[in-house]
């Protein structure tokens, strides 16, 4: 413990226990509309409130979710909508024993005095918003920071350090409010840069949030860090192999975010579906027991992706669009201790 711990210190840590229970992930659907609409647009469905509404509704009704997915990530215009037949998600969440989370960024804005680095916004007003989202039944939150890599010193030192600022001001005022802030700095995997330069930035990184953590008095046994892998760049010339990119994780991890942690979660930022599904199996599959925290998915794209794309709005495709995201949640849960294998992909 720190020497400081918050009012709502056990239901904190309660809830991040739950969020990382084994076994299970966490279930990313907090697009933001325009980031919604962009994915619909790519696959012909109509961008609008009532589509947005039946995708997720479609999503957190998938049978036996619960088995693998312990809560997912709302956006704000989710976590007040119902299903057709007016229950709303929020009770169809926790009839289910899952746990309500929601994002509570603004959104990543060009950073002033950069040359195209962005800092992610959100605080003014956020108590207050932490306050209502914790009335309507949330226990977390997600707060998304982007570091972008590139070849001309990016990313800049006040990139990171204002990043890492605010993600630790988010996580104590989510803390006062009772809710378990799930911390992400996004190391994007964009450019061609090698996995040695993406294991720098991402250690860089991580020393930076850890020590602004500590500097704001978060409690860190209540806290979810939501963490891009150390991989190659995806126009890298030569990208490294499955299990490069496990070992070169797991070791940035463990050289980085202290083992009081509530856990550790993955997002898959653009990896392949089966990609992301290995690289997680084989982190546990390889390092299992070196690792002192919870170490899951909190997947989007990578658990949506093949759902999205058959579904394509209709409601006659609506139970094998279910399925196909079911298969990909399973597939991750089994992963997440290192039970997974790709032979499962064809079966
Ligand atoms: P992806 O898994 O699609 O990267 O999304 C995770 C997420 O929550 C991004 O903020």
Not at 24 to 37: H, M, P, W, Y
Not at 110 to 138: C, F, H, N, Q, W
Not at 258 to 284: I, K, Y
Request: glycine fraction near 10%; proline fraction near 3%; charged fraction near 30%.
């Amino acid at each position: 413990m720190t020497t400081y711990r918050p009012e709502k210190a056990d239901e904190l840590i309660q809830t991040a226990r739950a969020m990382v229970a084994p076994g299970k992930g966490i279930l990313a659907i907090d697009e933001s509309n325009g980031t919604c609409n962009k994915r619909f647009e790519a696959v012909g469905i109509d961008p609008s409130e009532e589509k947005r509404r039946q995708y997720r509704e479609l999503l957190l009704t998938i049978p036996d979710l619960e088995t693998y997915v312990s809560g997912a990530i709302l956006y704000d215009e989710t976590i007040r909508q119902s299903t057709a037949d007016g229950k709303s998600f929020i009770d169809v969440m926790r009839e289910r024993g899952q746990v309500v989370g929601i994002k509570v960024d603004t959104g990543a804005k060009p950073l002033a005095g950069s040359d195209g680095e962005k800092v992610t916004e959100g605080l003014d007003g956020l108590r207050e918003r932490i306050a209502e989202y914790y009335g309507m039944g949330a226990r977390f939150a997600k707060w998304r920071a982007v570091i972008t890599i590139g070849r001309d010193g990016r990313p800049t030192r006040g990139c990171i350090e204002a990043n890492a600022h605010a993600l630790a001001r988010y996580a104590a005022l989510c803390q006062e409010g009772g809710l378990v802030p799930i911390i992400e700095p996004e190391v994007l995997i964009d450019g061609d840069h090698d996995i040695d330069t993406c294991e720098r930035v991402t250690e860089e990184e991580l020393n930076e949030v850890f020590r602004q953590l500590y500097h704001q008095n978060v409690m860190l046994e209540g806290v979810i860090l939501k963490t891009s892998m150390v991989i190659s760049g995806k126009d890298a010339a030569s990208r490294a192999g499955v299990e490069e990119v496990a070992e070169r994780t797991v070791e940035t991890l463990l050289r980085t975010v202290p083992a009081a942690l509530g856990g550790v979660v993955f997002l898959s930022g653009g990896q392949g579906v089966e990609e992301s599904t290995a690289h997680l199996n084989a982190m546990h599959q390889r390092h299992g027991d070196r690792l002192p925290w919870p170490l899951t998915f909190s997947y989007a794209r990578a658990i949506q992706g093949p759902a999205l794309g058959y579904w394509k709005g209709e409601s006659a495709n609506a139970e094998e669009a279910q399925k196909r995201a079911f298969k990909r949640a399973k597939f991750n849960g089994l992963a997440s201790e290192g039970k997974y294998s790709a032979d499962m992909e064809s079966a």
